[in-house]
């Protein structure tokens, strides 16, 4: 049971250029989402998924595209990366009705030159 | 969406029992309250979840007034391990939809 698996842990990539930030879970989870946190802030909501082929808006949607083909992977797409994006991306998935919580990957951490 | 409102920071010597409270004054009915823990270079890890009254766990005590409009995690005996941000969140206790996550406690245990 791998849990949240992220990659890749860093990258760097010059302004203008795009990528895709990968996040798969093998626990069945329903709900999935991608945080991103700057230094010394809280993790801020970028867009999330209450399942696949459902996807919706966070606070700081502007630059990234997400999309859920299935219940296992939710990549997050940046499409002209700007220096304002360097951050530390974290994926986290949930089921829908449980005590549980939230699972968080070990996080990607992005520098936009 | 319920907004959390925590102290920014808090010290602490080994040994003692901490006690973080968040304000969430709008909470709603069929909101949880739910603690997250959450070390350097790593992501956010779930501690502790309520609805009311009081939750025990292995790793720490949750207490929930009658009105919820605030919560306590308290953490017995922390030690520098503990040393982390701790962050509360509201929501309806699973998937929340729309979460946010605010900026947290940042505990420093002292030796």
């Known amino acids: 049971n791998a849990g949240v698996t992220q990659t890749p842990k860093f990258q760097v990539l010059k302004t203008g250029q795009s990528m895709t930030l990968q996040c798969a879970q093998d626990?069945?989870?329903?709900?999935m989402s991608w945080y991103r946190q700057d230094p010394g802030m809280g993790l801020r909501l970028i867009h999330y998924?209450?399942?696949?082929?459902?996807?919706d808006q966070g606070e700081v949607p502007n630059g990234y595209n997400v999309s859920r083909s299935t219940t296992e992977d939710f990549p997050l797409r940046l499409l002209s990366a700007a220096p304002s994006q360097t951050s530390v991306y974290f994926c986290?998935?949930?089921?829908?009705?449980?005590?549980?919580?939230?699972?968080f990957g070990s996080g990607t951490r992005l520098t936009v030159v | 969406l319920a907004k959390t409102t925590q102290p920014i920071s808090m010290d602490s010597y080994e040994g003692q029992e901490v006690n973080i409270t968040c304000s969430h004054n709008?909470?709603?009915?069929?909101?949880?309250i739910t603690w997250y823990q959450q070390f350097p270079s790593q992501g956010p890890r779930f501690i502790i979840q309520?609805?009311?009254t009081k939750v025990t766990n292995e790793v720490a005590s949750l207490f929930i007034p009658a009105d919820r409009k605030s919560s306590t995690l308290s953490l017995p005996r922390v030690s520098l391990s503990d040393t982390a941000v701790y962050y509360c969140?509201?929501?309806?206790?699973?998937?929340?939809?729309?979460?946010?996550f605010g900026t947290g406690t940042k505990l420093q245990v002292i030796p």
């Open positions: 986290a998935s949930s089921y829908r009705y449980r005590g549980d919580g939230y699972t």
């Open positions: 626990m069945n989870h329903e709900y």
């Open positions: 998924s209450v399942g696949a082929g459902i996807t």
């Open positions: 709008n909470i709603a009915t069929n909101d949880y």
């Open positions: 309520g609805y009311k």
């Open positions: 969140l509201v929501g309806d206790g699973g998937g929340y939809q729309k979460v946010t």
